[in-house]
């Protein structure tokens, strides 16, 4: 599909919740999306939606390029998969006959099963024939896997399997991928394998575990992801375990930030196992020690968190908006010299004990979230004293007065003779502001980058699209 015109920066438009608001650049657009979507529902729009806009952004050969360039940046430096594979299957459609479009498809892929979700994703949208330059990007990447990755993503059992993909883009074989088509491929000597190849059997699960703690074989964020199953299956190294998870070494080295903690918590939390309890405790303590790896900034910082009612619905098993803006704000509470505040038909501060755990404090702010309408004007009507820095963390569906809050915003600026820099993090993805572009910095994501793009905001407001302008298409 094409669109042959974009609005302009800083015209206005009317978000989701019908409140004015002003539109996005398209490549922030497209970035603020693909840096935010899982491709599930969500409150004011769901994942057909998602799509839909991505079809939509992609209305030129230069939003193509750009749009390229964004899925590559997404997939290599925030992990994003999903929506990178819905990228890939789009711009393949839509660009024929372009030398970049096979670079961007072996670019896009990270590991083996992306070949197959892509593949999937295009097959499912739109049949065959494959594009010729999808076929040979994916080949590419196809033949640059050893046996270890192509063993360990074989995906046997998938409706699209790894030996599926080698038909259908007939890459220049090597002998890994041999060995995977005529079915001499050995299973990878990975701890996924070991435990599999242990079965059901409880004493050998039990010894793989042990061996594997003992010896620090896990990963720490694999460490992370099998705490139940160390806790289930070898609760006799439990403690060595708790142990390692909470080495200060080993946090500050695999540089884990505390957003990673939140699913064991929650899942852990549930399962009514022995030692739930020094578990949690260990968790909580590992997530304060992560604050280490959380730049601080220079002067005063006002953090302010929406807690209107489309933040705290989610969709059926998605984690709410509220859950990642307290988390976040959480973080920047302890790290940094920062207020909070919530907003939603009004707004106030929030007190909170530095002192207090970073978990403790997330707790605080959700049990404090209303679930009001969402006015914008309300923060800058409150906010006390001037402040370096404003951060907003919000799905940006501000509606109150159904107007922007730039006059809050000059009126506040007047009143405290300050100027903040303004961060607005869209927690959505819905592609619209509550501010015109040149008075803020669109911030979307949240990796073990995003502090590190935020560094460079105030000297570059437009740091993410020169990243992302920089990936070599």
Request: neutral net charge.
């Amino acid at each position: 599909m094409r669109f042959n015109t974009v609005a302009p920066t800083r015209h206005k438009t009317t978000n989701y919740a019908g409140g004015e608001a002003f539109v996005q650049d398209p490549k922030m657009e497209l970035a603020s999306l693909l840096l935010t979507s899982f491709v599930q529902d969500q409150f004011y729009r769901d994942a057909g939606a998602q799509i839909e806009k991505v079809r939509e952004l992609l209305f030129s050969p230069e939003m193509n390029r750009f749009g390229a360039k964004a899925a590559v940046f997404a997939r290599n430096e925030f992990g994003m998969r999903s929506i990178t594979h819905v990228l890939a299957g789009e711009i393949a459609k839509n660009v024929k006959g372009e030398e970049w479009t096979k670079d961007f498809l072996s670019g896009v892929v990270r590991r083996p099963d992306d070949v197959t979700e892509i593949l999937s994703y295009y097959l499912t949208s739109y049949g065959k024939p494959i594009p010729n330059a999808m076929k040979k990007g994916l080949g590419m990447a196809l033949s640059r896997f050893d046996e270890y990755r192509l063993g360990k993503y074989k995906s046997a059992r998938a409706a699209l399997s790894i030996v599926d993909a080698v038909n259908l883009v007939r890459p220049k074989h090597t002998e890994a991928l041999a060995k995977l088509v005529n079915g001499t491929l050995e299973p990878p000597n990975t701890w996924e394998v070991r435990l599999t190849q242990a079965g059901s059997d409880a004493e050998a699960k039990a010894e793989v575990w042990r061996d594997l703690v003992t010896t620090e074989q896990l990963g720490y964020f694999a460490l992370l992801r099998n705490l139940r199953n160390i806790m289930e299956q070898a609760p006799h190294v439990l403690d060595l375990a708790l142990e390692q998870l909470t080495d200060d070494g080993r946090i500050r080295k695999s540089l884990v930030l505390p957003f990673r903690f939140t699913t064991a918590i929650e899942e852990i939390g549930k399962t009514g196992l022995d030692r739930v309890r020094d578990v949690l405790v260990a968790l909580n303590t590992a997530v304060d020690i992560s604050l280490s790896n959380v730049p601080r900034m220079e002067g005063k910082t006002l953090v302010i968190v929406d807690s209107s009612g489309s933040m705290t619905w989610g969709g059926q098993g998605a984690k709410t908006p509220i859950k990642i803006a307290a988390l976040f704000a959480s973080v920047l509470v302890k790290a940094n010299d920062a207020d909070l505040m919530l907003f939603d038909s009004d707004a106030k501060y929030l007190g909170v004990n530095p002192m207090d755990s970073t978990l403790t404090i997330a707790g605080q702010i959700e049990r404090s979230a209303r679930g009001g309408a969402t006015n914008f004007h309300a923060p800058l009507i409150h906010a006390k004293r001037p402040y370096d820095r404003m951060i907003f963390l919000s799905d940006m569906q501000g509606w109150v007065g159904y107007n922007a809050p730039t006059s809050a915003l000059q009126q506040y600026q007047e009143r405290t003779g300050s100027n903040p820099h303004i961060y607005s993090f869209d927690l959505q993805g819905h592609g619209s502001m509550q501010f015109p572009e040149d008075r803020l910095y669109c911030m979307a994501g949240f990796s073990e980058k995003v502090f590190d793009v935020m560094a460079l905001l105030e000297q570059n407001r437009r740091a993410l699209i020169d990243a992302i302008e920089a990936v070599g298409l």
